[in-house]
Structures are given as structure tokens and as C-alpha cells.
């Protein structure tokens, strides 16, 4: 079945730091892989995404490449701020066959972004 | 667009008492998706809409467990005989069709006592 690891947290950075959350994945197919964010109080919001091998999601800042070669989708991005402090969820999905779509997450990653 | 709808937000009751959530989806999302989540662990997937088909249920939804979505449109999952161990946030996405963004709801929180 499919599976998500992400790197064991929390993760306590200063403001302008750079940023790496490491994932990786087992796929029976090929998955859409995704990046969620969950803000104190509040549900999970995408991130960003990507649908094949080699493409980049970006979006706030934040990047990830999806490597099929090394099963990985890790997220970074350059200068944290305090507002990025949030749990961070790498998840795959897919959309072939009986699939339907569902998504298959990793336990999360709390990231604490001190000024 | 209003974002999926979830209530309650939050539901404390006794061991032994049935619970149910309500879930409304966006409108025109035809796909709906339930997840448990417990502290400290991501989302696990409970069961799957695809207007008012139940197609999939995953091996955690026990016979306890039990979810519908009459006409389509919102969904309930309805939890009978509550156990302390059934106590996790449940949330409710829905997308529109393949391929395309998932969005969640603000979840409600379960806990038994």
C-alpha cells in the first residue's frame, strides 16, 4: 500500500532561516504528491502540489521538487518568518482506478519559527 | 464558494453514547472524503463520496462507524456505542472532480469520557 514518511520533528528555527522538511513516499502508481499546512486553529490548507516526475510546486516562498528517482518531494524554503509557524503535512494521492483520489498523509511536522 | 462546512466543532460525550458529525460539502464538489486524525499523527483516511455512492471505506471504519450522504449533497458520520479510543479530530474534504485541490474542513473534535 501506499505510505508517506516525513522527518521526525518538532522543528525550531530562527526567523530567516532556512527551511527543509524532509519526505519520502511508497507509491504503488503514480502519485500527485502534496504539501498541506495547518495553522493554529484552523483545517489543512494546500500548500502547494505536484503531478509528475521532475515538477517544481511552489507557492509563499516555499518549494518542492518531485523526485521520482528518490522517492522524495522535501519542502524548503530560503528565510522562514514567524508567520510560518504551523504543522506541515506531506501527502500523496491517487487518481487511477479504484483509488479515487484519497489521500495517504504522513504524521506532520510541527515548525516553530521564533523571531 | 463558503469552504466545507463542519458541525460541531467540538463534541464531548460519555462512553457507550452514539455521536453524529454533519459535513457540508462546497457546492458542486462531488467527491467527499472523511479522515480521522489523532494527536500527533497525520490524517487517516475513513471513507470516500462520489455524489452519493459510498465507493470506498477503509479497514478502520468499523461497524461502529457509519456514514451517508443522502442526495449527494452534505454527509453524516454517525459513531454508535463510543469507545475512548474512537476520541480524534474527524474531517470532511471535498474536491470536484480528478486531479484537482482537495479542501478540508475545520473538523470537529471528538472526545470521550
Known amino acids: 500500500g501506499n505510505s508517506v514518511t516525513q522527518m521526525e520533528g518538532p522543528v525550531t528555527l530562527s526567523e530567516e532561516a532556512f527551511l527543509t522538511i524532509n519526505c519520502t513516499y511508497t507509491?504503488?502508481?503514480?502519485?500527485?504528491l502534496f504539501w498541506y499546512v495547518q495553522y493554529p486553529g484552523e483545517g489543512l490548507q494546500l500548500l502547494l502540489k505536484?503531478?509528475?516526475?521532475?515538477d517544481k510546486g511552489s507557492n509563499k516562498g516555499f518549494e518542492a521538487t518531485y523526485r521520482k528517482e528518490t522517492t522524495s518531494f522535501h519542502l524548503e524554503k530560503g528565510s522562514v518568518q514567524v508567520s510560518d509557524s504551523a504543522v506541515y503535512f506531506c501527502a500523496l494521492s491517487e487518481d487511477g482506478g479504484t483509488s479515487y483520489g484519497k489521500l495517504t498523509f504522513g504524521q506532520g511536522t510541527i515548525l516553530t519559527v521564533h523571531p | 464558494d463558503t469552504g466545507v462546512s463542519q458541525n460541531p466543532r467540538h463534541k464531548i460525550t460519555k462512553r457507550g453514547q452514539n455521536v453524529t458529525f454533519r459535513c457540508d460539502p462546497i457546492s458542486e464538489h462531488n467527491r467527499l472524503y472523511w479522515y480521522r486524525q489523532t494527536l500527533g499523527q497525520g490524517p487517516e483516511f475513513l471513507t470516500y463520496f462520489q455524489n452519493e455512492a459510498q465507493l470506498e471505506k477503509s479497514r478502520l471504519l468499523s461497524d461502529r462507524f457509519s456514514a451517508e450522504r443522502p442526495k449527494g449533497s452534505f454527509s453524516t458520520l454517525e459513531i454508535q456505542r463510543t469507545e475512548q479510543g474512537d476520541s480524534a479530530m474527524y474531517l470532511c474534504?471535498?474536491?470536484?472532480?480528478?486531479?484537482?485541490?482537495?479542501?478540508f474542513g475545520q473538523g470537529t473534535r471528538l472526545t470521550v469520557v
Open positions: 505536484a503531478t509528475k516526475a521532475d
Open positions: 474534504a471535498s474536491r470536484r472532480q480528478r486531479n484537482t485541490e482537495a479542501f
Open positions: 507509491a504503488t502508481g503514480y502519485p500527485s
